[in-house]
């Protein structure tokens, strides 16, 4: 597993927007996909966006047109830029990485909340 270390979390009222970063010890090019996941209180983890080595993105229908994942490989850092944020968006950011052999890490968390 890889050491990954989110930043960028915090409060913000809705409409807002915040920047999450994740940086990773090394190259990004070792992983296949980057994404960022969130978990809301009582409900489970769910994918919100991810970018692949070439940069093709996908994103959960819900934060589509208001999310933007994007990556820097000079600086081994993946970001999540948060647009028109509304208070269902108030979850534990965490980000991920899978290699090419299905091993899979995880950062700890940031909490962004969003309020009404």
């Known amino acids: 597993q890889v050491h990954l270390v989110e930043s960028g979390g915090g409060l913000v009222q809705a409409g807002g927007s915040l920047r999450l970063s994740c940086a990773a010890p090394g190259s990004i090019f070792r992983f296949n996909v980057m994404g960022w996941y969130r978990q809301a209180p009582e409900k489970q983890r769910e994918l919100v966006a991810s970018?692949?080595?070439?940069?093709?993105?996908n994103y959960a229908a819900p934060v589509k047109g208001r999310f933007t994942i994007s990556r820097d490989n000079a600086e081994n850092t993946v970001y999540l830029q948060m647009n028109s944020l509304k208070p269902e968006d108030t979850a534990v950011y965490y980000c991920?990485?899978?290699?090419?052999?299905?091993?899979?890490?995880w950062g700890q968390g940031t909490q962004v909340t969003v309020s009404s």
């Open positions: 970018i692949t080595t070439g940069g093709t993105t």
């Open positions: 991920n990485a899978r290699g090419p052999f299905g091993d899979v890490s």
